[in-house]
Nanobody
Framework: EVQLVDSGGGSVQAGGSLRLSCSFS????????IGWFRQAPGKEREGVAC???????YYAASVKGRFTISSDNAGNTVYLQMDDLKPEDTAIYYC????????????????????????WGRGTQVTVSS
């Protein structure tokens, strides 16, 4: 059974940092890639970053240079390190599993299509105050 659990959100001031975690089971990064998405109040869900089993990554233009996606050596957790946070980063963040090509398109074009593997988790709230 495919399961993804996202965690690590919180409240920080602008310029601060947070690290989100996505713990997953039922597949490996060699099977499916992991993407981070976010949904701000009143806005559509959008792709933020994604990573595959070869370490390939893509980032949305709005977070490139500030966010870093990575995976652990055990291969069952993906992280999103978020530095220099801005108030516009305030959103609920979700991780999802899908084909790398699909997640790449979501990230590049700011889409939030439903994942082909499993379903959206509960999400984790990130709040950045100015």
């Amino acid at each position: 059974e495919v399961q993804l659990v996202d965690s690590g959100g919180g409240s920080v001031q602008a310029g601060g940092s947070l690290r989100l975690s996505c713990s997953f089971s039922g597949f490996s990064l060699d099977d499916y890639a992991i993407g981070w998405f976010r949904q701000a109040p009143g806005k559509e869900r959008e792709g933020v970053a994604c990573i595959n089993g070869d370490g390939g990554t893509y980032y949305a233009a709005s977070v490139k240079g500030r966010f870093t996606i990575s995976s652990d050596n055990a291969g069952n957790t993906v992280y999103l390190q978020m530095d220099d946070l801005k108030p516009e980063d305030t959103a609920i963040y979700y991780c999802a599993a899908d084909r790398f090509m699909s997640l790449r398109l979501d990230v590049i074009h700011g889409l939030g299509r439903s994942p082909a593997v499993g379903s959206w988790g509960r999400g984790t709230q990130v709040t950045v105050s100015s």
